[in-house]
């Protein structure tokens, strides 16, 4: 019998609140409209504390990321227009352009509500530019 070792939970670390605050705040940034400013902002303030610094990494590459592939899409929608096939087809992105708007905003939810709890986070299809 192939037995499987149990998953544990993963092991809380302490965290202050203030800690949590600046964290919630680089995450939920892209709701002032400041999304890759106010998390650079707080990196740059809060270098020190790792923590904090992590979220503020994650949510900046997370932030530029989105901005790149919104870009991309536009720029998509643009050249397909120019072609009459490429005009039919441009219905599509469209959506995806909603589709990739939304699921930041959820995404930077749940990052949120992740670093509320004191634990990190990492967004999925990120790209690593600030390490």
């Known amino acids: 019998m192939d037995a499987q070792a149990p998953v544990l939970p993963p ?10 605050l600046w964290a919630v705040g ?3 940034s892209f709701f002032c409209g400041l999304p ?6 707080i990196l740059l303030i809060k270098k020190d504390d790792g923590f904090v610094a992590s979220h503020a990494r994650q949510a900046l590459n997370f932030h530029i990321s ?4 919104l870009i991309g899409l536009v720029a998509l929608l ?4 120019i072609s009459l096939v490429g005009a039919l087809l441009a219905f599509l992105v469209f959506p995806t ?10 995404l930077s939810v749940i990052a949120a509500a ?18």
């Open 66 to 69: 989105v901005a790149i592939y």
């Open 11 to 20: 092991i809380p670390i302490s965290v202050r609140s203030d800690e949590r």
């Open 97 to 106: 352009f909603i589709a990739v708007a939304l699921g930041a905003a959820i």
């Open 26 to 28: 680089c995450h939920l």
């Open 36 to 41: 890759i400013l106010i998390p650079l902002i």
């Open 114 to 131: 992740v670093s509320a709890n004191g634990e990190l986070y990492h967004y999925p299809l990120t790209l690593q530019i600030v390490r």
């Open 78 to 81: 643009f050249f397909l227009m």
